[in-house]
Each structure stands twice: as C-alpha cells, then as structure tokens.
C-alpha cells in the first residue's frame, strides 16, 4: 500500500503577475517535479520566501500555477489537477486537506467549534445531520477534545486546543492528503510535542499522505520520510530524511543543519555561519540561485543553473549542484 | 563581579477580572558579562520580568508589588523597583546601562523615519555629541553590527531593510550607550534560522568585545544551549530551576525541565516526543502549591504547598519537593 503513489507533480512553475504567455513576474516556483507516496510525509524546507507555502497551495489548487502538471491519483482513478474546473475540483477537494499555522487566523471567531469542524461536511452534503453530529464528536473526540468542546468558541480553547480542532474539520471529509503549512510554529514546545505525535499516529490509522511546510529542522527529522531542500522556488536537493541528515549532498543543506543552534558543550563553539540573506525573487537569475551565498562557487556556478538529478554517491538522494560529486560535505562546516 | 540582583520580585497585572501574579517571587543574579538565559513557554513572565527591571511595565495596570532590583549602574547601585518608572533615574538607566531589543523589530523602529535618523535620536538622548558626530557614530554602529555600506543603508527606511537586518539595526540603537546590560526578548524567534546564527554569534562577539552582559529571554532550550552560561526556567510567574546552560541539558532536575526536553524534538531524535501532559492554566487558574503539579507525573500530596528553592549546590537550585533533602536556601 506504502509503495502506492498518490501525487505525482512534473515541472511545476509559477509566477506571480506573470504576463499573458506566463512570463515575467515574479518566479515563486521554478520547475519543480517530486512525487508522494501513500502514508508517506513529505516535508518542504528552506527560508522564509523560499516557495515552500506556495507549492503546497499549487497542490491545493489555491494559486493557478503557470505550468506543469499535478497529477493526483484516488479511487475514482487519475486526474490532473492543474487543468480543473471549480466545479470539477470540489469532489476532489475532500480529498485535499490543508492544515494552517495559525489556527486564530483559519477558524471564524464567530462560529461554535461543532460548527466549525461540521462545515465541510454541510458543504459537500455527506451525511444525515444527526450522522453530521456524531462525526463531528468522535472527531473531536479523537484529536483530545471533549465532546463538550461542540458548544465553545476559538477564543475558549488554547492554541493547541485550536490547532486540534483544525485538524478535526480537515479529517471530516476523510482526506487522502493532507496539507500541513507550518502547524505546529506558533506552539509552545510541549503543546509541539503532542500536535506531532497526533499527527503521527492519525497518519498510521488512516493511511495519510502529509505535505509538511516547515522551518524548523528538529521538527522535519522527527516527521519526515522524506524531504525537500527548497531555496528561491528551486529544489536544491530532495532525499530521504535519514540520508539527508546524515549526509547532506547540497551546500545549502549543510548550511541549514550547521546553523542550527545546539549546544556547544562547555565550550565555545567556533561556529561557522552562512552569511547573506536569501535574496529577493525578483532579481534576473543567472546561474545556480544559491551561487551568491554559496562557499563552493565558481564561474560555472555563476553562469549555468545546475540541474537537479541523481548523486553519484547517493542516487536515492537527487541534487542540484555542479559540485555535488566533488564536495565532501559530511563534516565540514560552512566558513564565516 | 553582581551586575543585576533581583530579589523576591512580585509584578501584578490589574486586570478587569481582579489581579494577575505575572511575576511570583523571583530571585536571580546576573554577573558581569555573563549571558543568561531565560526559558519558558508562553505566559511563563519571563518578559514581565524584563520589563519589570527596565520600568516598562504598562501604565495604570502593571505593578511592582514587592521585592528588590539592584542593579550597580555606573553611578552607583540601585534598587530599580524604588524608582519611578517615568522619572529622570529610570530614563538614564534605560538609555545607558541597560539595553534592550524585542522579537519584531518592526514595532520598535518608526516607519517614517530613517534608520541613521533614528540610532542619532537614540546617541543624542544621552551624550552631548554634535548632530554630525552622532550621526559618524551611527554609521561606525552600524557598520559594527554587520550591515554593509552603512553610510547609504542610514538614510533608508526601515522598509527598505530585511528582518535580520532590521535586528542588527536595533541592537545597534541598543549599543549606542554602551549598555552594561543587554536585554534580548526573543530576538532571533522572527527571523530564519541562518539569520538566527548570524544573530546569535553578532551577539556574543559584541558582549565579549564589550565585557557586556546579556540576559536572553526565549522559548527555544536550543538557543540556550548555543550562547548561554546559566539558564533560568521559569513556569507561571516563578523560577522553577536554576542551573548551567550545560546541566540543563545533561542533568535537568525540575520536572518542568525534563519535560521540556521530553517534548524537544532536536537533529537526530527518533525517538517518540513525550510531551507534557495538559496545556499551562490560564492566568486566573493558578494552582494554589506548586504552580506545575496538575501537569506533573511525579505530583504527590505536598506539591498543594509552594515548595521552597533547594539549593543542590553552587550552581544548581530547584524548586520542587523532590529534593527537600537538599538544603533549603535561596538561588
């Protein structure tokens, strides 16, 4: 069943404000293909303005990407997201969650939580309403919240109670997918811990298949089978979580895992730090858009975009860097 | 050398539903240039007490209701908890001895002025240098805090500058007197991570540079593990344990401590997270004992009583009734 495939995305583009023939603008996602297994989790990494939100709401069908292909697979068979009607989409949209970092934000404040977590049942008319109730309260129930929780307001419950009952109103429908953008970054660590370990657990009894948008690093290892190194909407490197910690092929996931703060053992750490900023998107791209920030750049860096494609010393890991094959990576730590 | 020394410091909250004990007698000290940190989820008070000390609290609702703040300012020490928040005292102290950046440093700069214009506005304040020469200085702090070009990057808005430079402008207004101490309230928790590493190591270069000491408040154990010499945990308004940024990780004593790390997930865990059990009460349903005992495994009937700091040694202190065969003392 895990060998299953459920997503398969090719070539996705898009530009904000592009013209008519989809240039110009502002490229938020360049060429970005990977595929996504039944019960698997996918995590998307990078910095803020990285593009790794706005993947997850291509998927969702949210922005209207420029180009290429999202090809979901379902019982009712294959279909190709990108070329959809509204209303062609809606029943697929059951089967395409999205779970949102500020829960404050995504739930009404005036509507009562058994509302709330009922609605998406009321839009796609599933259910008697006495059916519509008893699945709101076992759902309620399931994520830790008691059945009293049916009759209170956002602003009664905590933020992790909140982030709880977002969870609940996107597994109504029974979704395949589920789309975490961030979920548990404006958590307190222990509320973290129990969020995570939920969304674990709901993904072994349900067969989930998690997108996972997220900054935090200690957060991906703990999640992920999978990840994707994203910077400027280009992937730098896609691996499996074990590998990719491990022995990170791409310069700038060494940079992330080196500029993690840790503790440095009763000593000082002379530590290496990545310098510059990520820079803005709209700037004219020539060459790999990492090359600016990059220890290992040369001339061929600043003239010609890697592609991405199989390390030699890892194929299972794929990586966009001209000098992947060259770097030993494994233990140096970047220069300041 | 005692830079800071607080002392069973109470801060009250008048609140419409009655009186908030944001700040439940807390003691500790801080030394002369050393970093200390402060950990604890959200609602802890480990910002009500950094405001307490730099006389921010808000007008009208915040109070000092007991306890000392010595603090050996340059002209002498001290008690800041005696002095009137607004008056000439506290106004000097907050200019020149202590410094302090906040997690968003959009809310703190003003939007309509330049940067330049506003690091000068903070020289100004305190010394009786010349426009022209606060403004050479803003440059020289500017540059010193990693921000290229400086003399062209001071006449631009705050808009026109990213988040890490926006913090690194910050602590240069912070740095513009000379502070003995810095206080940090979250500063890297809005920004991305390699940002965070650029900020915490400008962070320690200058306090070495500067013999300055700096008291960081976060959320994230990590961050202290990074840069701290000792660490303060805090759980609802009081000090639960006090110990070094290397015990903390290695020999937590509270059961807060442990917890917090329990739910920590770090490079190379996999382990499954064991988080605390329940959420932090909300400030009107503080426990009567021990302000952690509904959320603690390890709860038994004495914890309904406030148990007392036990000190396990010079270094470590805890306040929990699972050491009360240590020697009661104060941290």
Same mark, same amino acid.
């Given at each position: 069943m895990r060998d299953e495939q459920i997503l398969d995305v090719t070539d996705l583009t898009l530009r904000f404000g592009a013209d008519k023939s989809g *240039? !110009? !603008? @502002? +490229?938020?996602?360049?060429?970005v293909s990977f595929g996504l297994n039944r019960q698997e989790t996918l995590s998307i990494v990078g910095e803020s303005g990285s593009g790794k939100t706005t993947i997850g709401r291509c998927i969702a069908r949210l922005y209207e990407p420029n180009a290429g292909q999202i090809t979901f697979r379902s019982e009712g068979g294959e279909v190709d997201l990108t070329h959809m009607s509204k209303a062609e989409l809606r029943p697929i949209r059951q089967q395409i969650q999205m779970l949102f970092q500020d829960p404050n934000a995504s739930l009404n404040s005036r509507m009562r939580i058994g509302d709330l977590v009922a609605e998406p049942l009321n839009i796609h008319r599933i259910g008697t309403p006495a059916e519509r109730r008893d699945r709101v309260v076992s759902l309620l129930e399931r994520v !830790? +919240?008691?059945?009293?929780?049916?009759?209170?307001?956002?602003? *009664? @419950?905590?933020g992790g109670q909140r982030q709880r009952v977002g969870i609940a109103r996107a597994l109504t429908v029974s979704p395949r997918l589920l789309i975490c953008d961030e979920p548990v970054s404006a958590l307190d660590v222990s509320v973290q811990a129990q969020v995570l370990n939920l969304l674990r657990d709901l993904q072994d009894e349900m067969g989930l298949s998690y997108i996972f948008v997220s900054h935090d690093l200690g957060v991906v290892d703990y999640i992920s089978d999978r990840v994707m190194v994203l910077y400027l909407g280009t992937i730098m490197e896609l691996a499996t979580r074990d590998d990719l910690f491990a022995a990170p092929a791409h310069p700038y996931t060494r940079a992330l895992l080196d500029a993690m703060p840790s503790r440095r053992d009763g000593r000082h750490r002379k530590r290496k730090v990545l310098t510059g900023e990520i820079a803005g998107p709209t700037l004219k791209r *020539? !060459?790999?858009?990492f090359a600016g920030r990059c220890p290992h750049a040369t001339d061929l860096c600043q003239r010609e975009a890697p592609v991405l494609r199989p390390w030699a010393r890892n194929p299972a890991t794929s990586v966009a860097c001209h000098h992947a094959d060259a770097l030993d990576l494994s233990t140096e730590e970047t220069t300041i | 050398m005692t830079l800071l020394s607080v002392q069973g410091l109470h801060t009250h909250y008048h609140v419409e539903q009655g009186t908030l004990r944001a700040v439940d007698d807390v003691s500790f000290e801080i030394a002369e240039g050393e970093t200390v940190g402060v950990v604890g989820e959200s609602g802890c008070g480990k910002s009500v007490t950094a405001r307490s000390i730099m006389g921010l609290l808000p007008r009208r609702i915040g109070e000092i209701a007991a306890g000392e703040i010595r603090f050996a300012a340059r002209g002498g020490t001290l008690d800041l908890a005696q002095q009137d928040p607004l008056g000439p005292v506290m106004r000097d102290i907050r200019g020149n001895d202590i410094g302090m950046i906040f997690q968003e440093p959009m809310t703190s700069l003003n939007p309509v002025y330049t940067i330049g214009a506003q690091i000068v506005e903070a020289i100004r304040l305190h010394s009786d240098l010349s426009k022209a020469d606060a403004w050479a200085k803003a440059e020289q702090l500017l540059e010193r805090v990693g921000i290229n070009e400086p003399a062209r990057r001071a006449k631009q808005y705050p808009h026109a500058f990213s988040g890490g430079m926006r913090q690194r402008a910050m602590i240069a207004m912070a740095l513009s007197s000379d502070p003995r101490l810095l206080i940090a309230d979250e500063p890297t928790t809005a920004v991305d991570v390699t940002v965070e590493a650029q900020i915490l190591a400008l962070l320690e270069e200058l306090k070495r540079e500067r013999n300055m000491a700096l008291m960081l408040i976060t959320h994230d154990l990590n961050v202290v593990g990074e840069i701290a010499d000792r660490v303060i945990v805090m759980y609802l308004g009081r000090v639960v344990e006090t110990t070094t940024a290397a015990r903390v990780f290695d020999d937590p004593k509270h059961p807060y401590t442990r917890g917090l790390l329990a739910s920590l997930p770090s490079l190379g865990r996999r382990t499954r997270l064991t988080p605390i059990e329940g959420t932090v009460p909300g400030p009107h349903q503080r426990p009567a004992g021990c302000p952690f005992a509904p959320r603690c495994?390890?709860?038994?009937?004495?914890?309904n009583t406030q148990p007392p700091t036990f000190r396990i040694d010079a270094e470590t202190s805890v306040a929990c009734w699972l050491y009360d065969d240590a020697e009661a003392g104060h941290a």
């Open positions: *240039q !110009g !603008g @502002l +490229l938020a996602v360049n060429n !830790g +919240l008691g059945a009293d929780t049916v009759n209170r307001y956002p602003h *009664q @419950l905590s *020539q !060459g790999c858009v | 495994a390890q709860a038994t009937e004495k914890c």
